[in-house]
Every structure is written in C-alpha cells, then in structure tokens.
T-cell receptor, first 117, second 110 residues
Framework: DAGVIQSPRHEVTEMGQEVTLRCKPI?????LFWYRQTMMRGLELLIYFNNNVPIDDSGMPEDRFSAKMPNASFSTLKIQPSEPRDSAVYFCASTPPWGAKDNTEAFFGQGTRLTVV | KNQVEQSPQSLIILEGKNCTLQCNYTVSPFSNLRWYKQDTGRGPVSLTIMTFSENTKSNGRYTATLDADTKQSSLHITASQLSDSASYIC?????????FGAGTRLAVHP
C-alpha cells in the first residue's frame, strides 16, 4: 500500500479564496483524522470520521472549515473563505478499527503546506 | 481536561551523546501512549506504542518507558546520530481519540 496520500503537497492562495485539501486513506482503514500543525500550537485534531461518518468535529476552528468523506477512500477538507491565519501544515491520518484496549497504529500522510497571503 | 505536556521544548546535543525526552499526561481513560518522530516537512512516523501494562519498549536506539501510575513517559535516545534531529511527539490514546503533546525539537550537532 502506498500509505496515506494527500494532495496537493503545497498550496499558496490569496485571502478570500476557497481551498480544498484532499486525502486518500490506507485501504481497509475505517478511521480518518484531519490535523493542523503550526509552530505555535503544534498538532491539533480538527475532525475525525469513522466509516465515512463524522464523529467529532469539535476541533474545527470556524464555520469556514468543512470536511467530507463521501466514500471510504476519499476525504476533503475545505476552507472558504481562507484567511492568512489558516496558514499551516494540514495532515490526514488513518487507522484500522480501534477501541479502548487497542494499540493500533495511526499512519500519517505527508501533509499539505497551506500558505494564505 | 485531557492534556499531554512534553519537556524540554528544545534540546541540542552532540553526536554520539544520549538524551532523554519527557512526557506527562492527564488523559483519561487511558488506552495507549505513542512516541512519534517527525522530520521537517514530513508526517509523523511511529517509534513505539505502549499499552497500560507495558513499562518499556525499544526500537533500535530508541527506548520508551511508561509509568501509568504517575502518568509519565520518557523516550531515551542512545548514541545519537545526526539523523535523529527532528521533533519527537508524545501522543496519548484515549477512547477513540489521540491527544498530542507539543513535541520536543531535538538538534544533534556534529
């Protein structure tokens, strides 16, 4: 398996524009996580899905952020309209089924570096 | 409140020396604790995963310890190499959630 695949790797956009980040999880993994990483705040969980259903979106900073998972092999994170403070590296991760006693691995994509000017 | 705190924030050591990174957590319920290495511009990569009953786990020159009573973990790096320069992130698994520490930035100098 090629691992978690994210696209694009880099995105530069002007303030006010719509940005869409994409993620393809590892086949067979039914949990998918979106994270944002900045120097100031480290890694922050934005939202996660289980079997394509959003479970916890309490980390989504504002209504400008939305995420979808139309099927088991694809997810998007959209920012509309984008602002300079959204500049960060956005990571997607996927895991197999897990529970309170599981120690399954979480596999991360390479991330998308977003710069909003 | 579920929290994971790491120390030191940054560390500089000479090649060949050992170092120890610390992680304290208040996550409940506790499922597991993971240490990740993140190279600049890359996604985090797992080094070790430990559950409640495990006290220590090694992965090459990396050895992680866990004290579930005091809710503390450490990552010991032996005979450091230049390629160990990275951020090391402690991640505690609660029920269906991962709580990330802010990481320790390690720089290994020749």
């Amino acid at each position: 398996d090629a691992g978690v695949i994210q696209s694009p790797r880099h995105e530069v956009t002007e303030m006010g524009q719509e940005v869409t980040l994409r993620c393809k999880p590892i086949s067979g993994h039914d949990y998918l996580f979106w994270y944002r990483q900045t120097m100031m705040r480290g890694l922050e969980l934005l939202i996660y899905f289980n079997n394509n259903v959003p479970i916890d979106d309490s980390g989504m900073p504002e209504d400008r952020f939305s995420a979808k998972m139309p099927n088991a092999s694809f997810s998007t994170l959209k920012i509309q309209p984008s602002e300079p403070r959204d500049s960060a590296v956005y990571f997607c991760a996927s895991t197999p089924p897990w529970g309170a006693k599981d120690n399954t691995e979480a596999f991360f994509g390479q991330g998308t570096r977003l710069t909003v000017v | 409140k579920n929290q994971v705190e790491q120390s030191p924030q940054s560390l500089i050591i000479l090649e060949g020396k050992n170092c120890t990174l610390q992680c304290n957590y208040t996550v409940s319920p506790f499922s597991n604790l993971r240490w990740y290495k993140q190279d600049t511009g890359r996604g985090p990569v797992s080094l070790t995963i430990m559950t409640f009953s495990e006290n220590t786990k090694s992965n090459g020159r990396y050895t992680a310890t866990l004290d579930a009573d005091t809710k503390q973990s450490s990552l010991h790096i032996t005979a450091s190499q230049l390629s160990d320069s990275a951020s090391y992130i402690c991640v505690v698994g609660g029920y269906n959630k991962l709580i990330f520490g802010a990481g320790t930035r390690l720089a290994v100098h020749p």
